[in-house]
């Protein structure tokens, strides 16, 4: 790596370890659990490719690594949905709906024949299709929550906007960049986890937040918003 793209690596894990720690100081975390695991094992996995680079990076250790962040960004989406629906069940089987049937597609997607010859390419095309599936439950989720007319957690809000930034724009567009010649590949390794980093500072700043005070009576507020008394 360059020494930018080293510098923007230690500023990314500054940055997420900033983002861990409001959700646990704001008590946030107990209703983003699977988005907190999420953070510590990209912590947990990264540094001792840092520190190791010997013995951890690797590709094997990379597609662990990579497999299971894809893994937990569908547990983000599913918990996600789970708390944003909790006070309305009416939406909250649409939502159920809606996520089940993206898990399905993105499964057959995964299993469908992939026209690749070595495994670089082979993983990359799965990959490419279990985030474009993520991020469209992502968008998914997030227009049932307009349609609906729900109020949403802002950490949860950002939480699902920042995974959609993340999935499309810099998995996908800057991806097929990258694969347009060898020229695009040293911008691609840079813009892609610098533009990371700024999403993630966008997380760091509404897990330091306070959560708002209900503008609505407390009672109807519990109701609608189970998640503050979590």
Do not use: N
Not at 152 to 171: C, D
Not at 196 to 219: K, N, Y
Request: glycine residues 6%; aromatic residues 14%; positive net charge.
């Amino acid at each position: 790596m360059t020494t930018l793209q080293t510098t923007i690596t230690y500023a990314g894990l500054v940055v997420v370890s900033l983002v861990l720690a409001g959700l646990i100081r704001r008590g946030t975390a107990r209703t983003a659990r699977a988005f907190s695991f999420y953070l510590a094992w990209m912590l947990a996995a990264s540094v001792p490719a840092i520190l190791w680079p010997a013995r951890f990076y690797t590709w094997d250790f990379w597609v662990f690594r990579q497999i299971s962040l894809d893994a937990l960004e569908l547990a983000i989406l599913v918990e996600l949905a789970y708390w944003i629906f909790l006070g309305f069940p009416g939406a909250a089987l649409s939502a159920r709906t809606v996520v089940l049937a993206f898990l399905v597609a993105t499964f057959c997607a995964v299993m469908a024949p992939v026209h690749a010859d070595v495994s670089g390419p082979l993983m990359g095309a799965l990959r490419a299709r279990v985030e474009i599936g993520t991020a469209w439950g992502f968008a998914a989720i997030s227009g049932l929550t307009l349609y609906y007319d729900i109020p949403v957690r802002r950490i949860h809000r950002a939480i699902m906007l920042g995974l959609v930034i993340k999935l499309v724009l810099l998995g996908e567009i800057l991806q097929f960049l990258a694969e347009r010649g060898p020229r695009f590949e040293p911008i691609f390794r840079t813009i892609q986890p610098a533009a990371f980093v700024g999403i993630a500072c966008w997380w760091a700043v509404e897990a330091w937040r306070r959560e708002p005070a209900p503008t609505v009576d407390p009672e109807l507020a519990a109701q609608l918003q189970p998640w503050r008394a979590r």
